[in-house]
């Protein structure tokens, strides 16, 4: 669907890119998916400091992404 193809590309280059039919989408969202990518210039990987790092910067990722599940940051 459409939310799946707004994933946004970080690898391998290091250059966020954007599929340009974000723009329909709230700003709360684009931000979450901005920060995701970025985050992947650090971490390389969905590992649980991966996601620590996202969500220290969007608190509320999971609840803009709903098919996404929680994963274990033990």
Do not use: Q
């Amino acid at each position: 669907g459409l939310k799946k193809s707004l994933m946004l590309d970080a690898l391998p280059a290091r250059r966020v890119t954007y599929h340009w039919r974000i723009v329909a989408e709230s700003e709360a969202f684009v931000r979450s998916i901005v920060i995701h990518e970025l985050c992947h210039l650090r971490e390389m990987n969905h590992g649980p400091r991966f996601w620590r790092l996202v969500l220290s910067f969007c608190p509320e990722y999971f609840a803009l992404h709903p098919r996404r599940r929680m994963p274990n940051l033990g």
